[in-house]
């Protein structure tokens, strides 16, 4: 990124803004593992200290209101005041890292005024539980941007979830077919297998394991725009007869299945419906049949604050979101039914890369993003939510695992066991 400009507040500084930037330097007052450069109206500031890997970062904040909004509702405040374009940053994924190292102070923003504004934002998202009619406007507050919009970043299978990154040099495409090929091969898939998918996304992986490993695929979406281009990409692939798409809720799904795979699917079901999805696994599955899910996962001891609290992607991308963690999710399948974990593998830093080539792919297509009717505060919207989880996944504080769950009858086939990650 370009450097940033001097800096020129868009409205006059009050004492007020006065008081509460000098708060917020006294609480990051004792900022380590990386260095923060600040210039706004008042001048500049340093904090921090040099970091082995060399991390440091620069903001510059444009109008004072973004002090207010940081008071108000801490760091969804800070979310917010980027979108409405009060400040900037040379490079988001290194403020992102640089807070995440420093969580005491990050988590210090949400006290005083912050913690009306967190009630608020919790009151907010009660209201948009995932009832069935609920995740129905929840999943179409985010993928009815429309299919044009996600094509223009995403691989051409549209797989819009971590891709997985072996060499250096893999593309995107190649890491997100590699993706798809380990899921079909630690399930073991075969021709004639019944395979049930919970969240088709716009039908990659059922595309794929119908076309290569010549299977039933059973996938249902509650995203009409989906299910439309879905549809559409069955057919052209030739594999309408081994695919079924539904425009079902998961809670509505019924039969047994050999194999189950959910990628990236679990993060939208809400917390509170937890037991819920893990119960349907067990009755969808065969007694010995096998379950893959991709799942973004969050540190153990930092769940319950997470399930609680609204962030930047629960208010402003993922209405009605959650990420589990493991011990969350083990919990729940132990309690609904008889499911085993037999395997785990994270590749958290894959889906950093994954979002960093997202991010850029996106910032290549600004004149697309803008002829598609998007304006420069969805722009900015957008740029934050990708370089966010980029920097939640490069500091470990979220990652994403394939976790394979097997019914208690699952016995590898003889002389086919299943192939490590």
């Not at 406007?137 to 970043?153: M, P, Q, S």
């Not at 899921?183 to 297998?193: E, F, H, K, S």
Request: glycine letters at 10%; aromatic letters at 10%.
């Amino acid at each position: 990124m370009t450097e940033l400009a001097d800096a020129t507040s868009r409205s006059h500084p009050s004492g007020l803004d006065g008081w509460l930037r000098q708060r917020l330097l006294a609480q990051l007052a004792t900022l380590a593992h990386g260095e923060l450069h600040l210039v706004d109206a008042w001048g500049e500031r340093r904090l921090g200290a040099p970091a082995a890997d060399g991390l440091a970062v620069r903001v510059q904040v444009d109008d004072p209101a973004f002090y207010r909004a940081v008071a108000a509702q801490g760091s969804v405040g800070a979310g917010e005041a980027y979108i409405e374009g009060h400040w900037r940053c040379d490079d988001l994924v290194a403020l992102v890292r640089l807070l995440l190292r420093n969580r005491d102070l990050l988590d210090g923003m949400e006290n005083g005024l912050a913690r009306l504004g967190g009630l608020a934002l919790r009151g907010w998202a009660a209201l948009r539980r995932n009832t069935r009619a609920g995740a129905r406007r929840n999943i179409a507050a985010h993928y009815d941007l429309g299919n044009d919009f996600f094509g223009l970043f995403l691989s051409p299978d549209l797989m819009y979830s971590s891709a997985l990154f072996e060499q250096p040099d893999d593309t995107l495409e190649i890491a997100s077919t590699r993706k798809l090929d380990r899921i079909c091969r630690r399930l073991d898939l075969r021709p004639g297998m019944r395979v049930v998918e919970i969240g088709s996304g716009w039908g990659g992986f059922a595309v794929h394991a119908a076309t290569h490993y010549g299977c039933h695929v059973t996938t249902t979406t509650i995203s009409r725009e989906q299910h439309a281009l879905a549809r559409a990409r069955i057919d052209a692939a030739g594999v309408g007869d081994l695919v079924d798409l539904r425009l079902d809720d998961y809670r509505d799904l019924d039969g047994r299945y050999d194999r189950l795979v959910s990628i990236e699917m679990i993060e939208a079901i809400g917390a509170r419906y937890l037991d819920t999805y893990f119960a349907k696994l067990c009755t969808l599955l065969e007694p010995d049949g096998l379950a893959l899910l991709q799942a973004i996962t969050i540190e153990d001891h930092r769940y319950a604050q997470a399930r609680d609290s609204v962030d930047y992607i629960k208010r402003f991308v993922f209405p009605g979101s959650f990420i589990p963690s493991l011990a969350a999710m083990l919990d729940a399948k132990t309690r609904t039914g008889d499911l085993q974990l037999i395997g785990q593998d994270d590749f958290g830093l894959s889906y950093a890369r994954t979002l960093q080539l997202w991010r850029e792919r996106f910032l290549a297509r600004l004149p697309d993003v803008h002829a598609q009717g998007f304006d420069e505060a969805f722009v900015r919207m957008w740029t934050f939510y990708l370089a966010y989880c980029e920097g939640g996944f490069r500091e470990r504080s979220i990652g994403v695992s394939h976790l394979l769950m097997a019914r208690p009858g699952y016995r590898p086939a003889s002389g086919s066991a299943v192939p490590a990650a």
